[in-house]
């Protein structure tokens, strides 16, 4: 594939010289006569570099740069200026606009031939900044682990991940998908900034994916800090009605339309204080298994591994047994004290949502759900939630807490089969669970 160039210039002569020369060196070259025109063949076409006139009728060079730079589709494009002005403070401008170089008219052609080459073979080389966000990739981030496992110094590794962001772009578009990204970097530095004590790193690994390096010593306050900045701001990039409503519709990688909540974030942590790591790559393991563990709590949360080397080399053996997992659905805090305390001691593993969007959120990950408990109590959006269960994973059983006369009817209307009406012994309650999904492999058995 050819290197593509677009020239900008309001004079027909310099843009046919400029198309010889480069076409000459082989270059495939769009012309455009102003700076619209500019900006609409950028967008259309995405050159690999620009060579763009300051002075030209209408948008100058300066603002289409500006706008260029502003445009994610464009911003990491080399731009270099074409100027019969060559004052000081022209050029000054130029590079506070956005622009990479210079070259005055009459220009030297050799030179300017050698600037673009020079300008198209670092643009070749691997980022070390993400265009979007500003912040190191995932190069810069992979190396300051490696140097701080050498240098044998505690640090901690925050792996941060949002949830529910692919909802959020699919409903809104990338434009503004773009701007909870550039969100999630501002909070990260302003946080580093107000809560640092030194030595921090910031770092974006691509799409919602981020990491921090930072003390032992600052894990909470850090996380807290994020966490709050983060749900505090992210609610001004949605539209009222769906704020109001707490969720967006959307469908999930199985194609089931599902309620997301609002986009929040799950961090993952990991420090060498408790656990010497010889490898980066066991680093990143254990923070994304902390971060996979944050995600199973509803809205934004934060995970931190204290487990010991023993602990850590028992967990191959731990992931390998069938640990029956249910997700319990209640706006009942008590509720959820009582049942999931009780599942837990029983030895199942428990997830909980407190809403039906946040049970829809937790569904999406496609977690092997053993059992769905459910509190009739949260209405008509959780019968329907059964529906879509029993339509998407007919083999996964719905316990239903039944509390008014009409909850029955409801349940009948919906298939769901197993119920339970409250008030109930607790004993009551794990006979049932021990039917439907029962412990060590044995088989389930009919309500």
Request: proline share 5%; charged share 25%; hydrophobic share 40%.
């Given at each position: 594939m050819s290197i593509r160039i677009i020239i900008a210039d309001d004079e027909k002569s310099v843009r046919q010289l400029l198309e010889l020369v480069l076409q000459d060196?082989?270059?495939?070259?769009?012309?455009?006569?102003?700076?619209?025109?500019?900006?609409?063949?950028?967008?259309?076409?995405?050159?690999?570099?620009?060579?763009?006139?300051?002075?030209?009728?209408?948008?100058?060079?300066?603002?289409?740069?500006?706008?260029?730079?502003?445009?994610?589709?464009?911003a990491h494009i080399p731009m270099i200026i074409l100027t019969a002005r060559s004052a000081p403070n022209d050029v000054v401008v130029g590079f506070e606009t956005g622009a990479d170089d210079y070259v005055t008219k009459p220009?030297?052609?050799?030179?300017?031939?050698?600037?673009?080459?020079?300008?198209l073979r670092r643009a070749a080389l691997p980022s070390v900044r993400n265009p979007l966000s500003g912040l190191p990739g995932n190069i810069l981030l992979t190396e300051e682990i490696k140097f701080r496992l050498k240098r044998e110094e505690p640090f901690?590794?925050?792996?941060?991940?949002?949830?529910?962001?692919?909802?959020?772009?699919?409903?809104?578009?990338?434009?503004?998908?773009d701007r909870v990204i550039k969100l999630m970097a501002d909070v990260m530095t302003d946080t580093?900034?107000?809560?640092?004590?030194?030595?921090?790193?910031?770092?974006?690994?691509?799409?919602?994916?981020?990491?921090?390096?930072a003390s032992p010593d600052q894990i909470d306050q850090l996380c807290a800090a994020l966490i709050?900045?983060?749900?505090?701001?992210?609610?001004?990039?949605?539209?009222?009605?769906?704020?109001?409503?707490?969720?967006?519709?959307g469908v999930d990688r199985h194609g089931v339309t599902r309620q997301f909540p609002i986009v929040s974030i799950s961090i993952g942590g990991v420090t060498n204080r408790i656990?010497?790591?010889?490898?980066?790559?066991?680093?990143?393991?254990?923070?994304?298994?902390?971060?996979?563990?944050?995600?199973?709590?509803?809205?934004?949360?934060?995970?931190?591994?204290?487990?010991?080397?023993?602990?850590?080399?028992?967990?191959?053996?731990?992931?390998?047994?069938?640990?029956?997992?249910?997700?319990?659905?209640?706006?009942?805090?008590?509720?959820?004290?009582?049942?999931?305390?009780s599942m837990r001691d029983q030895g199942y593993r428990v997830f909980e949502a407190k809403s039906?969007?946040?049970?829809?959120?937790?569904?999406?990950?496609?977690?092997?759900?053993?059992?769905?408990?459910?509190?009739?109590r949260l209405g008509e959006p959780l019968w329907e939630l059964a529906t879509t269960v029993q339509e998407s994973t007919p083999d996964t059983p719905v316990l239903a807490l039944l509390t008014r006369a009409e909850d029955a009817a409801y349940a009948d209307a919906h298939q769901?089969?197993?119920?339970?009406?409250?008030?109930?012994?607790t004993h009551e309650f794990l006979e049932m669970v021990l039917r439907l999904a029962p412990l060590g492999g044995q088989p389930a058995s009919g309500v």
């Open positions: 060196q082989g270059y495939e070259v769009i012309s455009a006569r102003n700076g619209d025109h500019l900006i609409r063949l950028a967008q259309e076409n995405i050159p690999d570099l620009i060579l763009v006139d300051l002075m030209m009728p209408g948008l100058d060079g300066y603002e289409a740069i500006r706008q260029l730079r502003n445009d994610t589709r464009t220009f030297n052609i050799p030179e300017l031939l050698a600037r673009i080459k020079g300008h901690a590794l925050l792996y941060i991940d949002m949830d529910n962001f692919k909802a959020f772009n699919d409903t809104y578009g990338f434009a503004r998908g580093l900034r107000e809560y640092g004590v030194g030595g921090e790193f910031a770092g974006h690994i691509g799409g919602d994916d981020f990491a921090i390096l709050e900045s983060f749900d505090r701001n992210v609610r001004a990039l949605y539209d009222p009605e769906d704020l109001e409503r707490g969720y967006l519709q656990t010497r790591y010889a490898d980066y790559e066991d680093v990143g393991r254990v923070a994304a298994e902390m971060k996979h563990y944050a995600k199973q709590q509803p809205g934004s949360s934060y995970a931190i591994d204290v487990r010991g080397p023993e602990e850590l080399a028992l967990e191959p053996d731990r992931r390998g047994a069938a640990i029956p997992a249910v997700l319990l659905i209640s706006a009942d805090a008590p509720l959820h004290g009582l049942l999931g305390t039906v969007p946040d049970a829809h959120a937790l569904l999406a990950q496609a977690f092997d759900l053993a059992l769905i408990v459910v509190d009739a769901v089969a197993a119920r339970i009406q409250q008030p109930f012994h």
